[in-house]
Structures are given as structure tokens and as C-alpha cells.
């Protein structure tokens, strides 16, 4: 399975997120090859909001180099994974920094119609409590990407590293995020997309055919066809 993983921090040995993305890549990735990106060393620039991406200008963006290469890995990955550790309830701010560069990919503007064919998981682990709220950071942008399925594993460690906890308590949860990894490859061939991107799809289609707030959007929505007959998960 192809597989593009986002690092939300450079940790490794003592990561417990990292160790948990391993354990999935493992079970899926196969002989294909799995392209890494660790935040913040392979995207750390800011969005400024110049709106050159919005305008249809991204390659203008200030930061499109390090963009890039992570934008062509979402659109080749079957799978997506992203590690967010909690930090104060929310994603560490690297994350939210990417996630930001993304914008004009979110549906109500110039969605890309191959995250329907997608699946994502976005794994979080907290010391006590945070991970609804962080997860949402990344499944907001997942959904308004319109990936068409996002898992997420969730979990409190009472600790601050991977090496602290038990041995049998790491095996629990390799053991757990296994079974999401075994739904996600019985998924790999026979992707149907959530009915709440396809909804989301609908609403977004409207609005750009009766609103279009933006006319670079009208024009991406119109030249890909969806204003017609032509829908994303389809193609
Ligand atoms: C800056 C910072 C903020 C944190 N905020 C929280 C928090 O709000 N709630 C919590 O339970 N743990 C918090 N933690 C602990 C981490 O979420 C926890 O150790 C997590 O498992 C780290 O994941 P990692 O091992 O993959 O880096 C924080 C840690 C750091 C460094």
C-alpha cells in the first residue's frame, strides 16, 4: 500500500506516536515505498495569507518548495497517516501549520477529486486528555479534503515517553491499532467513500453554482465537471 505519513514532531525512539505509526506502516505498506515527512524540519514556514494559493497562483507561495513534494506524496499515498501528540488540547503548532497551507484544497474551494479514492488515520496520544480536540484539528481538514475514509486511535499514556510505559501496555496497544489497520486493508481495493464527504461534495457544488464566492473555484469546479455529471469518486 502506498503510504505518505506526516511526523507531527521529530521524535522518534521515545515517541509513542511514532511507534504506533510504525506498527500500522508495518502491517501495510508491503513492497511499496512509504514517503516520511517529520514537522517541523520538512515544512517550516508559515502560511503569511498572501492568497496566491486561493488565487490559483500556489506556486507563488513562499514556502511552495517544501510544499510541494508533501502535496505530490497526499495525492500518490492509498493511505495517509498523520502522529499528533497532544499539546495543550490541540495539535502541536507545526501541524496546524501545515494543515493551514492546505487550505485551498478544502472542498469549497479547488478540492483535489482524488482524496475520495483515500483512506487516513490520525493517531493521537495524550500524559491524561486532549485527543478529541486534537484529532478534530487534522479530521476538519481530512474531511473538507475529501478523504474518503479517516480512522483515528486515540489514547492516554499516563506518561510522557514510549519507554516508560509497561511492556504489556505497549503490546495492548500495538494489538488495538492493528485491528484499524486490518479495516483499512480490506478497504484497499474496494474504497467507498463516507456519505458525509459525498454530502459535503453536494453543499460545497451548490454553493458554487449558486453563490461562487470565488472565481477561480467556479472555474476549477466547472473545468473538472462536477458542476455537471461528473463526481469525484467516480473518476
Ligand atoms: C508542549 C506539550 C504540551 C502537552 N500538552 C498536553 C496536554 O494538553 N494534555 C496531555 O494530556 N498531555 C500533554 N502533553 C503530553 C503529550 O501529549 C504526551 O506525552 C504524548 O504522548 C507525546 O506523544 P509522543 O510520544 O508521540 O511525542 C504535552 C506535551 C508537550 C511537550
Known sequence: MKITVIYGTERKERSTTYHLAQTVIDALKGEDEV???????????????????????????LAYNQIKPIQEAFEEAELIIFTVPVYVFHVPGQVKVLLDH????????????????KQAIVISTAAGAG??????????S?????????????????????????????????????????KIKRRQ????PRVKVKLMFYGCRLMQKKIGL??????????????????????
Open 189 to 192: 481495493h474496494t474504497m467507498i
Open 214 to 235: 470565488n472565481d477561480v473555484d467556479v472555474a476549477h469546479w466547472e473545468k473538472m465537471g462536477w458542476l455537471g455529471k461528473v463526481r469525484p469518486w467516480k473518476s
Open 142 to 182: 481530512l474531511d473538507f479534503w475529501g478523504v474518503g475514509r479517516v480512522y483515528s486511535y486515540k489514547k492516554p499514556i499516563w506518561a510522557a515517553h514510549w519507554t516508560e510505559i509497561k511492556k504489556d501496555q505497549q503490546d495492548k496497544m500495538k494489538e488495538d491499532i492493528l485491528k484499524v489497520a486490518t
Open 35 to 61: 514517503k516520511t515527512f517529520f514537522l517541523p524540519k520538512d515544512m517550516n514556514q508559515f502560511c503569511t495569507g498572501c492568497f496566491k494559493c486561493f488565487e490559483g497562483h500556489q506556486e507563488k507561495c
Open 102 to 117: 492546505f487550505g485551498f484544497w478544502w472542498m469549497v474551494h479547488q478540492l483535489n477529486g482524488k482524496m475520495f479514492h
Open 131 to 140: 485527543m478529541k480536540s486534537t484529532v478534530k484539528d487534522v479530521k476538519d
